[in-house]
């Protein structure tokens, strides 16, 4: 026959376009778009589906020490199960470097537990919490050259948090090399000078994570972030935003064309810092960092997901057990200082964002396509392979029905976590078919491939020509003047 597999019947949307088409797959790839194509091996009809590229989810936790030494729940076997059954076909979990740890170390560990166990493709992004010298000048340089071109730094966490000079170092060496530096924004001083006030008055309960990590802390860490990048001229994005105060200094920057890029996740779309108190330890549940806020930040959030404040909606999956190995490590008195941080959230990003997004009339499904799948491809070197549909591009599809309906349970879900933050909502339109590099990995409800049928996806250092860098710094340049 011509093909593997056909697509037929179903309504295509990229970042770009919506239009008719049926799929030609050949060896994985999309070999044909049109009407007609001929023969296949198999041929699933879409009709009344959506077709759609795989989402690309370009930030998650899985199978990860945190600082504080607790793994997450979910391995790369049900971390990318758990992606798969939510129409994800890409993710790019963390390489996660410990002070005193090699960054080569970190990479081949990540590596050798993910091959043998991912379901879908996937990439790294590093976290470099131990900017040495060496590091700096030799790992580093090497790594993205091997295509880790990204990478994760912190403002907060003791165990992680690098300092405004370290963070222009790791600024300097992405921009020289071409990788895309992401930072967790926070000020790490303002959480622990009101989390000592609060824990001294005996207020140590899940809801004081959220007046732990005000606004304030989160924007002031923000428009600093955001200064280093342009002194030096460096891309960067920021990762999780959820104050309104942070996403204006994002779009800011954007208007005056600085190389700076914002995301953000469902957990500010859908929960608030009010869910952080509920009875006993269930706040503990939506204890993340930062936290979520109120319903005029969540408006802001969707706001900012349609000016082009966010390029990226991931789910930063961060999933830990509500039991002795996960958020109750410190047992069931713990106070919010000693609650993991994370919510998971790989499996519902997709449906959540559909459902009340494109449902709702909130974004267009060209929207949708684009935050989900195309940009985080294009930002994070994955495209035109990834977040697209085009000849050429892996066959990686999500056949979306819009109109059918579940309510949320965990049981449903395919994750370790033992619970979601979102039991309980109804949510209009699901992926029927979940198809990477031509395999249907998700058909009926169920799994169809096996454990380590994902790929490695090698990327490549993108150089990003000079823009607004101040000329004082650059010595070829302007030597001497200005500033020096
Ligand atoms: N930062 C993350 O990126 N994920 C979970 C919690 C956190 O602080
Ligand atoms: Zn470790
Ligand atoms: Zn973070
Ligand atoms: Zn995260």
């Not at 799929?23 to 790839?29: A, K, L, M």
């Not at 609060?198 to 606004?215: F, M, N, Q």
């Not at 709702?360 to 294009?378: C, D, H, I, Y």
Request: charged share 25%; net charge negative; glycine share 10%.
């Amino acid at each position: 026959s011509d093909f593997d597999l056909i697509v037929r019947g179903g309504t295509l949307a990229t970042a770009s376009e919506t239009f008719a088409a049926d799929i030609g797959v050949r060896n994985g790839c999309i070999a044909a778009l049109g009407t007609n194509l001929g023969t296949a091996v198999r041929v699933i009809d879409a009709e009344g589906l959506f077709v759609l590229p795989g989402g690309v989810d370009a930030h998650c936790h899985v199978e990860q020490e945190s600082s504080t030494r607790i793994w997450t729940a979910d391995d790369f076997y049900s971390g990318s199960v758990s992606a798969a059954f939510g129409g994800t076909t890409t993710f790019l979990p963390f390489a996660a470097q410990h002070r005193g740890q090699s960054l080569r170390d970190v990479v081949k560990d990540a590596q050798e537990r993910c091959g043998p166990k991912a379901v879908i493709d996937y990439a790294f992004h590093l976290i470099i919490s131990d900017p040495t010298a060496q590091i700096l000048g030799q790992e580093l340089p090497a790594l993205i050259q091997d295509g880790y071109t990204s990478f994760k730094v912190y403002m907060t966490y003791d165990q992680l948090k690098i300092d405004d000079r370290q963070i222009l170092d790791v600024l300097c060496v992405a921009r020289d090399y071409g990788a895309t530096t992401m930072i967790h924004a926070e000020n790490n001083d303002v959480i622990g000078w009101i989390s000592e006030r609060l824990l001294d008055r005996g207020y140590g309960a899940p809801k004081y994570h959220a007046v732990s990590h005000p606004r304030i802390a989160e924007s002031e860490a923000t428009s600093r972030a955001i200064q280093l990048a342009r002194l030096v001229d460096s891309k960067l994005l920021i990762v999780h935003v959820s104050a309104p105060e942070a996403a204006e200094a994002i779009l800011a920057a954007r208007n005056m064309g600085l190389k700076i890029y914002g995301e953000t996740c469902p957990q500010y779309l859908f929960l608030t810092a009010e869910d952080l108190d509920r009875d006993g330890m269930e706040g503990a549940k939506f204890c993340c960092s930062p936290p979520p806020r109120d319903a005029a930040g969540q408006e802001a959030i969707w706001r900012g997901l349609k000016n082009d404040t966010f390029q990226v909606f991931s789910s930063d999956h961060a999933p830990y057990r509500m039991d002795e190995t996960g958020k109750l490590k410190h047992g069931a008195g713990a106070t919010f200082k000693q609650i993991a941080n994370g919510v998971p959230g790989l499996e519902l990003r997709l449906a959540l964002l559909f459902s009340e997004g494109v449902g709702k009339g909130r974004l267009t499904l060209n929207e949708f396509v684009a935050l989900t799948a195309a940009n985080p491809a294009k930002i994070y070197g994955l495209h035109p392979r990834k977040g697209s549909l085009a000849v050429g591009a892996d066959a990686d599809l999500a056949l979306w029905d819009p109109k059918w309906q579940r309510t949320v349970t965990y049981d449903m879900l395919h994750d370790n976590a033992g619970y979601t933050p979102y039991e309980g909502m109804t949510i209009t339109g699901w992926p029927r078919f979940v198809i990477s590099r031509g395999r249907v990995v998700v058909e009926d409800e169920a799994l169809q491939v096996e454990r380590g049928s994902g790929s490695y996806l090698q990327r490549k250092p993108e150089i990003v020509a000079d823009g607004l860098r101040e000329p004082e710094l650059d010595p070829a340049r302007n030597f001497g003047a200005g500033l020096l």
